[in-house]
């Protein structure tokens, strides 16, 4: 580019003088003419929301967008180019997207120089992004040579990004395209020769770049994959190229790193020597992994692949590494598998004071990172508390992974909570496998009936909790574990310790908050709370037509024992669903439950609990006819339980039954 150069004004320009501009220059003022732009337009043409989202989402423009953008950050940032801003441009003359200092978009907005904007002859007229995207050149334009009037204190730098689908780095590029381009704005009386020089390296640099990426492992900007681009110039190992979820993965914060030297972002030698040595080498790999330390801490990574590269056009040499952190690996593993939890404080439903009291100690220590013993009957919701503890944490974003002690035979416990490597055992997994630990290292363990851990297991627990390491059945090689553990059991742990059948120093490491959640036959008016919420949620997910619970089904619902508490009225009351017809009614609860018809049953059931009978009525139940009708509606006319319930013969029982005469 010339240094200066005299140019006609702008009405000596239309009246002719164009013909004097450069052959290029004059001839696309020719067709702006011939076109019939409006000179004299106030603002230049813009694309509505929509269809500039659409131009945005096309993938060339797409790929081409995010290569740029994250250049062109670090260059703006880097040499705090003031009051200038640099523009991507796609292949239509579109603007989408403008960067630069405050100064600079402050006097952008008033010019009409923003995303979406366009910047085609047959709409802006003459101008250095028209003229360079139909001749893909560099090429400059100032002042009073813009066609358009409102340009004329604008001065315009452009050069084309060309792009190569050649997938072998040492080939000479082949099918070359135009991906876009690079534009510069500045006012007119701020113009430079280094800025077409800035254009043309930033054009350059995102060129590389994408045949870099195309080269190596075809991917731009892929969640949880980091992608670092190593230059080897002059024997300074910088970085080239980055993505966006390097920050991610090496759980650091943003900030420009274009250029910077390696070992400002990886902790140089003595740490990380496997890694230096890689680097050094510029020996392709596959799924390395790493322990690499960074900024002084040290986390678990694969390096998925290494691959060195050389551009013949650009003469650089380097190498491309994509990089995956073992954590965030784990995680989308365990999301993949169901490993999250769904349930939230506000779907723990209740208004009984002993069960809000509970929901309101788990909601004060969601946030704290304190092991949480949860107590209870079966069916109580004693998981679903533990979802919403994690859910309300800051470990919400990681996994939420269960294991149910007693589901599992003894000898698989061990290996589905710390994992095995291949060969460990008879019928091990081949690869190995990740165990519970494993997975959900930054997140929360939820061990179900913690109870009926073996003693042998309960010690290697207590060892993993203290230490936070373990190793893989058949590895020597210790796991680092970062997990909160939340406990649940509906056994008395108190007791089981005492009778040396669990683990003193594991209960109180377990225990270091307990909450208890109450059964459901000491919470009143949450049967009916529920009943009805499970009604509603049913027809919902069933898309049943609309069904009501009669006022004598509730009065059955309430005075029923429910020995499996919210659980067994959940599934009650959606199994009695499929039999209603519009209405629950009492009798299609009892024929369901397989409770005697209501003339056969006596006026009114009352709920066993001995802490609410009297010292006389204790003395005296098992002789009564009312005591006895309590027990068999518990145990749902089971003769031979409730005889058990007792102390009784069977025989005994049905002497009594026909005494009170009980069908």
């Not at 260059?75 to 630069?100: H, N, Y």
Request: overall charge neutral.
């Amino acid at each position: 580019m010339k240094k200066a150069r005299r140019v006609p004004s702008w009405d000596e320009l239309h009246c002719g003088a164009y013909k004097r501009l450069s052959p290029v220059l004059a001839e696309g003022w020719k067709r702006s003419i011939e076109e019939k732009v409006d000179p004299l337009k106030k603002e230049l043409d813009v694309y509505d929301p929509d269809a500039f989202l659409q131009v945005k989402s096309e993938s060339d423009n797409q790929e081409f967008f995010i290569l740029s953008k994250s250049t062109i950050k670090d260059i703006v940032q880097t040499f705090e180019m003031q009051g200038v801003g640099i523009g991507i441009v796609s292949r239509d003359c579109c603007l989408l997207k403008a960067f630069g200092d405050n100064a600079f978009m402050e006097w952008a907005v008033r010019k009409g120089i923003r995303p979406g904007s366009l910047w085609s002859n047959n709409s802006a007229g003459v101008n250095a992004i028209s003229i360079g995207m139909e001749r893909k050149t560099l090429i400059y334009t100032a002042g009073s040579e813009h066609y358009c009037k409102m340009l004329g204190d604008v001065s315009i730098y452009f050069a084309p990004v060309y792009f190569s689908q050649s997938t072998d780095p040492l080939e000479k590029p082949k099918d070359i395209y135009c991906g876009g381009g690079i534009a510069l704005f500045t006012p007119f009386l701020s113009q430079g020769d280094a800025y077409g020089a800035v254009v043309s390296l930033i054009a350059r640099l995102v060129s590389f770049h994408y045949s870099t990426i195309v080269s190596t492992v075809g991917l731009i900007d892929v969640e949880g994959i980091a992608i670092l681009g190593v230059d080897y110039y002059k024997g300074r190992k910088s970085v080239l190229y980055y993505n966006d979820s390097l920050f991610k993965v090496l759980e650091i914060p943003e900030e420009p790193l274009f250029y910077k030297q390696l070992d400002y972002l990886i902790d140089p030698v003595p740490e990380n020597r496997a890694f230096w040595s890689l680097i050094e080498s510029r020996k392709p790999v596959r799924n390395l992994p790493v322990t690499l330390s960074i900024r002084g801490k040290k986390y678990r990574y694969v390096i998925k692949s290494a691959t060195p590269h050389s551009n013949l056009t650009e003469k650089n040499r380097g190498i491309c590494l994509t990089i995956s952190s073992v954590r965030q690996s784990n995680e989308a593993l365990s999301k993949m598998v169901g490993h999250y939890a769904k349930t939230n404080f506000s779907d723990m439903i209740g208004e009984n004071y002993t069960f809000k009291r509970a929901i309101q100690i788990a909601e004060r220590i969601a946030p704290l990172d304190n092991n949480i013993l949860i107590l209870g009957e079966s069916g109580t919701g004693k998981d679903l508390l533990a979802q919403s503890i994690h859910n309300a944490s800051d470990r919400k974003s990681h996994p939420f992974v269960v294991l149910n002690c007693a589901a599992l035979p003894r000898d698989l416990i061990a290996s589905e909570l710390f994992g095995h490597v291949e060969g460990a055992y008879t019928g091990s997994k081949r690869g190995g496998q990740m165990g519970k630990l494993e997975l959900a290292d930054g997140g929360t363990l939820f061990l179900d009936e913690i109870g009926d851990m073996p003693l042998d297991l309960q010690a290697v627990l207590l060892r993993v909790i203290e230490q936070k390491s373990f190793m893989r059945i058949g590895s020597n090689t210790n796991v680092q574990s970062d997990v909160r553990i939340i406990s649940a059991t509906n056994a008395d742990l108190e007791r089981k310790v005492k009778e040396n059948k669990f683990r003193a120093d594991l209960y109180y490491r377990l225990c270091g908050i307990r909450i208890m959640l109450p059964p459901l036959r000491e919470r009143g008016k949450d049967i009916e709370l529920l009943a009805s919420y499970f009604v509603k949620r049913a027809v919902q997910a069933f898309k049943f037509p609309s069904v009501e619970l009669d006022i004598d089904a509730i009065s059955l619902l309430n005075s029923l024992p429910w020995n499996g508490n919210v659980r067994e009225l959940q599934h009650t009351i959606e199994s009695v669903l499929y039999l209603a017809d519009g209405v629950i009614t009492v009798e299609l609860l009892r024929e369901y439950l397989g409770l005697p018809k209501e003339s056969q049953a006596p006026n009114h059931v009352i709920i066993i609990d001995e802490q609410a009978l009297s010292e006389e009525e204790q003395q005296s139940r098992s002789l009564t006819k009312e005591y006895l009708e309590k027990v068999l509606i518990e145990y749902r006319y089971n003769k031979l339980e409730a005889a058990k319930a007792l102390s009784i013969s069977r025989p005994t029982l049905y002497k009594y039954m026909k005494q009170y005469n009980i069908q």
